[in-house]
């Protein structure tokens, strides 16, 4: 319960922020205005956006939120089919009718529900007539779902009075569930997200003693699932890919009408079966008003057992989804449009970019995802970054689509790469004996810094991309820095060395100066008011300075996390802030995760491996949702069969799956359901990251392959061969080949840059079977 307290010291912090009037601060605007200014919907029109990520922004915008389970975020439920062996997405008959509410689901509720609201009448006069005097999201349903984990278990025995409930009143089996949805009109619970990405929950991982239920006296353990899932995650998956189907994407802007649109109140949601009870909803009752404390908390536990309705978002219809289809024929008639590679799959083709450096290992090359272009026009190439063996730095001009030269995508070569009097390098000498690959340098996401490892005194250094210098350097390690990696947002850096440690580090930002006042109010706040009784009000600076952004200047002095448990020489890392996750591989062949906000152990991972030789972790990666891909590779043997394996975990550590490789990978990276993996074998693979099965056949590059990355878009893959070629991987047919000279105004400086298009030669690869 909010106390007085809070409630003014929030007040106070909310004014002070709204005194700025910064142009990121929302003020006196309603959720509608937000909404309708967001640009979401057309996103999700057009398909640049998931159906899950879509549904998230709406409960967000609407004001639910996982911190209060009064208001937690609302999800539909999608399928009706739960017992059949199979589940068929492209039978329309296997979804909900999402059109209705889930209490009317069942054609023969409504009758009952229409009856029900027109018999009704307060004596009183205050409560408005309603179909439902339960709601589709409350605090009890919530914990109704989660009850296998922590802490709603605890919140649901507490809610029961010190014990868990009845048995046959638990959440035991989907099947179930959804039958007695159906059966009982009166019960109307929608879905969480949880069923979309956390197969955690459906499993009693910590032996908690349900009970049984009293017919069958079978033990309430794991829930049971529908026949189609072999697994918790299996259920998971597929209930996803449900979600994100055809069927779900034309007909989920009904159930958005329900639930935060036109038909949430008035005439149209009485038409539709959907009123709920009046203190449901947003402004039915003013609690600021009420003087009586003890009415006031006697209202609110009511509103907080009961539901709340989210803020209505529309009052128009909610436009429905383009198709698939829809969606391809639009997106090739715009200008600037790219194709994203992994939904076209089949019809990759790789083409030939002239050697960056003759005969030179390629091992890095990457186009960083957020430059900023106040200072190009549209359709001005964005930089494309390169490093060779021999530490020379190209930043090329890169346009991945141009309509205009009919091209699939043009390149523009830095000619000082191959000029001596003008080539850029790193400072040396890297350690002896130290194997120079792609996971020593990282790229800040804006392409202006180059953060390096593997110096011979141990450091990690920052070199300015813009002035072609090196501008720090930060001995921390007590050994050789061997890899690098950093999170998706650009804030954070973490290292590996063989001192067998890793650090954590924050990318240094120089902030607008809203954020410099934004801290100084806030400072002030905390100092006038006393919080060392409050410590949830306090603020964490970091998320602040994320939230408002800025540009990347270095790296801070000393790392604030120094994490241990390794044996050996830390091989590979990886880091995801979202997740508050930082994942290290080592020579030892075990893979620790550890917090990066609190530098704290979690667990250690040890991907299975036969044989009683050792096995190390050379690469790993995170997906987004943070399922774990590792690459091992048993040093000692010589053959190839059986020495190299993926392995996939969850992100809590459960070992999932194993797939053997023929080849040995050299660089890895993981793009949304998609393994890219690389080999000195030559070949480029795409993996689905589910079952860590082959999406195509690999595609030979015929020379050993030293880095591979995935273009912002997703419309490339940039490959670096032994020999120094680039090799860009894309979909479509090459148009004619169009070359000559082009000067552009890069970061500052007018360079000649020799244009190069997709069109000049396509290079011969091989399916490999």
Request: negative net charge; proline residues 4%.
């Amino acid at each position: 319960m909010t106390t007085k307290y809070e409630l003014e010291v929030r007040n106070k912090v909310y004014s002070r922020l709204l005194s700025l009037h910064s142009p990121n601060s929302y003020g006196t605007r309603s959720p509608q205005e937000l909404f309708k200014t967001s640009g979401l919907t057309q996103k999700w029109v057009n398909r640049e956006m998931s159906n899950f990520d879509y549904l998230i922004q709406l409960n967000t915008m609407a004001g639910r939120t996982y911190n209060d389970l009064a208001q937690y975020p609302v999800f539909p439920w999608i399928l009706q089919d739960y017992t059949s062996e199979e589940l068929d997405l492209n039978n329309p008959s296997v979804f909900r009718d999402l059109s209705k509410p889930i209490g009317v689901v069942n054609d023969k509720n409504a009758k009952a529900m229409r009856e029900k609201y027109e018999n009704f009448e307060d004596p009183m006069g205050t409560i408005d007539k309603f179909h439902y005097g339960t709601h589709y999201s409350n605090s009890a349903g919530v914990m109704h779902y989660l009850i296998r984990t922590e802490p709603f278990t605890t919140l649901h025995i507490q809610l029961q009075s010190g014990r868990f409930d009845c048995a046959d009143r638990q959440f035991h089996s989907i099947p179930t569930t959804w039958q007695a949805l159906m059966d009982n009109p009166y019960d109307v619970k929608e879905l969480i997200p949880e069923f979309f990405y956390f197969p955690e929950f459906l499993e009693n991982q910590n032996q908690f003693n349900l009970g049984r239920l009293q017919v069958s006296k079978e033990l309430v353990n794991d829930v049971i699932l529908p026949k189609w899932a072999k697994s918790a995650e299996d259920f998971i998956y597929k209930h996803r890919k449900a979600l994100e189907s055809e069927y779900v994407s034309a007909h989920l802007h009904e159930w958005i009408d329900l639930i935060f649109g036109y038909k949430q109140r008035g005439p149209a949601a009485v038409e539709a079966l959907n009123v709920f009870y009046y203190c449901s909803y947003e402004g039915a009752v003013d609690l600021d008003a009420l003087t009586d404390e003890k009415e006031r908390k006697a209202l609110e536990g009511m509103i907080n057992n009961f539901g709340q309705t989210p803020c209505q978002l529309l009052k128009e219809p909610h436009p429905s989804r383009l198709s698939a289809e829809e969606a391809v024929q639009k997106q090739t008639k715009t200008d600037t449009s790219t194709l994203n590679l992994f939904q076209h799959l089949p019809e990759l083709k790789s083409f030939f970019i002239e050697g960056i450096s003759d005969g030179i290992p390629l091992i890095k090359a990457i186009v960083p995802k957020n430059q900023s272009r106040s200072f190009m026009s549209q359709g001005s190439p964005e930089l494309l970054v390169t490093i060779s063996m021999n530490y020379v730095i190209g930043t090329h001009g890169w346009l991945p689509y141009d309509r205009n030269i009919s091209n699939y995508f043009t390149f523009f070569k830095d000619q000082t790469v191959t000029n001596p009097k003008t080539q850029r390098s790193m400072n040396g000498p890297f350690a002896p004996g130290l194997e120079i690959t792609s996971k020593l340098f990282i790229v800040s996401h804006d392409a202006k810094l180059l953060f390096s490892a593997g110096h011979w005194d141990n450091s990690i250094q920052v070199m300015s991309l813009t002035k072609g210098k090196t501008i720090s350097h930060h001995i921390r390690h007590m050994d050789i820095v061997t890899c690098l990696a950093t999170d998706y947002c650009g804030i954070h850096l973490i290292s590996g060395s063989r001192d067998t440690t890793c650090m954590i580090w924050q990318i240094t930002q120089q902030h607008t100066n809203y954020f410099i006042f934004l801290s100084y109010y806030i400072a002030n706040i905390i100092k006038e008011e006393d919080f060392s009784e409050q410590p949830c009000l306090m603020f964490d600076f970091d998320e602040i300075a994320f939230t408002f952004g800025g540009t990347p200047v270095g790296l801070a002095s000393k790392p604030f996390q120094i994490l241990y448990g390794h044996t050996d020489e830390v091989l590979s890392v990886g880091i995801s802030t979202e997740l508050d996750m930082a994942v290290s591989g080592s020579r030892d062949g075990t893979v620790i995760i550890h917090t990066i906000q609190k530098g704290q152990y979690m667990r250690t991972l040890r991907p299975p491996c036969e044989s009683s030789l050792l096995l190390t972790i050379p690469n790993l990666a995170i997906s987004w949702e943070g399922h774990i891909v590792i690459y091992s590779s048993i040093e000692e043997r010589t053959t190839l069969k059986d020495k190299n394996a993926l392995h996939l975990f969850s992100i809590n550590g459960k070992y999932l799956r194993s797939h053997i490789l023929k080849e040995q990978v050299s660089d890895m990276c993981v793009i949304g359901e998609h393994i890219v993996t690389g080999s000195l074998q030559g070949f480029l693979s795409i993996r689905d990251l589910h079952s860590l099965n082959l999406s195509i056949n690999p595609l030979a590059m015929r020379l050993p392959i030293r880095c591979v990355c995935v273009t912002k878009e997703n419309s490339h893959i940039l490959v670096g061969l032994e020999d120094g070629k680039l090799i860009v991987v894309g979909v479509g047919k090459p148009a004619e080949m169009r070359s000559g000279q082009l000067s552009r105004k890069l970061w500052g400086s007018s360079k000649r840059l020799s244009q190069i298009s997709a069109g000049e030669t396509e290079y011969n690869t091989q399916d490999s079977k």
